[in-house]
């Protein structure tokens, strides 16, 4: 079956360590995108990718790192520099057409925990 | 920059029509989109909107005026399942980017 898989769902660390969140796709999208989630508040993007080995800020970049090797493949790192690392952290990947708003697709998630 | 306002919260009752409306102020728009979001899930998709006018996809309408910034998204016959919380996200030209708002959990009451 296609689709967006993030692994794992539910994510604790300790203050001060570095982790890596898994973004798979098989829907051969080549636009890939991390939001982070707080608590009843909406969606802001951290990095977008349009294409392999490209890959931009979004709104809240700082603090988080990101790789496009493979176009299935976008992990986002959350680094030590990140001052409130606890949220509920969404991939998506949309069939990206230059110009031109398309749909973006949601992975099930990855709840980080910073103890 | 960017701005979109829809309400926090509203509560409807099943079996009623429920409107929740999304205000928008942003460059280089291209469309509108709401999802939807159970507690604790992914968001999915339900509309997409580029020209003026609305929207039908079964017991979901969505509108959208660009000239006045506004869209919003009609919910008919609610059902319970329908609690959740509708996102509003504005897609910019530049990157294909979506700018969601806040969001405006809906609460369906027996």
């Known amino acids: 079956d296609g689709g967006i898989t993030q692994s794992p769902k539910y994510l604790f660390r300790k203050e001060g360590q570095n982790v890596t969140l898994s973004c798979e796709q098989n829907?051969?999208?080549?636009?890939m995108y991390w939001y982070r989630q707080d608590p009843g508040q909406g969606l802001r993007l951290i990095y977008y990718?349009?294409?392999?080995?490209?890959?931009q800020k979004g709104d809240i970049a700082e603090g988080y790192s990101v790789s496009r090797e493979k176009k299935e493949s976008f992990p986002l790192t959350v680094t030590s520099a990140q001052k409130n690392p606890t949220a509920f952290y969404l991939c998506?990947?949309?069939?990206?057409?230059?110009?031109?708003?398309?749909?973006?697709?949601f992975g099930p998630g990855t709840r980080l925990t910073v103890l | 920059g960017q701005n979109i306002d829809q309400p926090t919260e509203m509560t409807a009752t099943e079996g009623a029509i429920v409107q929740i409306n999304c205000t928008y102020q942003?460059?280089?728009?291209?469309?509108l989109f709401w999802y939807q979001q159970h507690a604790g899930e992914a968001p999915t998709f339900l509309s997409y909107?580029?020209?003026?006018g609305l929207e039908e996809k079964g017991r979901f309408s969505s509108f959208l005026s660009r000239s006045k910034g506004y869209s919003y998204l009609l919910l008919k016959e609610l059902q319970m399942k329908d609690s959740a919380s509708y996102l509003c996200?504005?897609?910019?030209?530049?990157?294909?980017?979506?700018?969601f708002g806040g969001g405006t959990r809906l609460m369906v009451k027996p």
């Open positions: 829907l051969n999208h080549d636009a």
């Open positions: 909107n580029v020209l003026d």
């Open positions: 998506a990947s949309s069939p990206e057409r230059e110009g031109l708003g398309d749909t973006q697709y």
């Open positions: 942003t460059s280089g728009f291209n469309g």
């Open positions: 990718s349009q294409i392999v080995n490209d890959f």
């Open positions: 996200a504005v897609s910019r030209w530049a990157g294909n980017m979506l700018t």
